[in-house]
């Protein structure tokens, strides 16, 4: 290979600088404009949320569902441990206590058949977050919530574009949030996206959004002035970075067919050597469809994972791990008295490795790495 196989690169489609010159060039360049407008229709229309709003990042949506659950200390949420830290950091800044919960053993979603066991009197909420962009049992999950009186807070990061027995996934909890990081299929820099699917949760949300006061309703024409009413933040994205995320939008399915088509070339090249028990492949339920977010392998042990990811790196292909198990993290070791054993997310955390994936990798690189990988195991 003449260059570097960089473990991601931000596409563009060739509309974002031309959106963002309209934006900026229209003069309107605060928030909640034209092609924000344009961005929440899309999800709303396309996907049936009730109501969508951008925010400036998923981490910022996932704070304002915790605001919206009206959630503080005394309370207690449930979090995977394999996950980012924002699906739990929005909790923490409202006080609450996070009960950290295991993933599966076939996959690093939620351990649905085990979450009734955490559950107290004092739980609140619950946080499915869909690693890989695959679903986690949200029938399970709803059920267990509904019994329980509990909020569920889909962590749809990874997840855009993808399903649940039919279902899109963010549209199926109470609330959500999703991402357009520069590592995410669909991007806007940094960008995400609240979703709500509760009405009860839809005049509040705007306002949150808006810095506490109702100029979203102001904005419409429903009142003739706005002011201060609850809490909130500056949640909302400018409109130049609505625009460049509508271009976005505007490919999503020649984004998604290109991913999914390098997904299962990858899948299709390593299946022998996995079914020969060198490795695990993605496990995706009966239940879920793929998005084609990530390709990842499971290793049988940490030492296994770091020569690997060495042999990649010497033949210039960058593969990286991912989450360390929260329950293990410096923040939660020192701020709680109790740690829990959650054996599954500490051997995802040593034993998971993701490979290149993003628009522009070529087949011809990923027959590459599908090779190296056989010649690193197969020596
Ligand atoms: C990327 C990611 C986030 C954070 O998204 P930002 O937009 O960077 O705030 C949160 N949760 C999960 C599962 C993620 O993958």
Redesign the pocket.
Known sequence: MAFKIPFNKPYLTGKEAHYMYQAVYTGKLSGNGVFTQKCQKFFEQKYGFKKTLLTT????A?EMCAILCDVGPGDEVIVPSY??V??ALAFVRQGCKIIFADSMDRNPNIDAEKLESLITPKTKVIVP?H?AGVACDMDKIMEIANKHNLIVVE?A??AIDSYYKGRPLGTIGHLS?F???E??NIISG???LLGINDERFIRRSEIIWEKGTNRSEFFRGEVNKYGWCDTGSSFLPSEVISAFLWAQLESLDDIQNKRKNLWRQYYAGLESLAAKGYFRLPDIPSYATNNAHMFYLVCKNLEERSGLIKYLKEHDVLSVFHYLSLHQSEYYTTHYSEIPSLPNCDRYADCLVRLPMFYELKAEQVDYIVNLISNYYIK
Request: aromatic fraction near 14%; hydrophobic fraction near 25%.
């Open positions: 990042s998923c981490t910022d996932l996950t980012f924002s699906s977050v690693y962590d990061a990874q949030a991402s357009f990081h590592t995410k940094e960008g995400g």
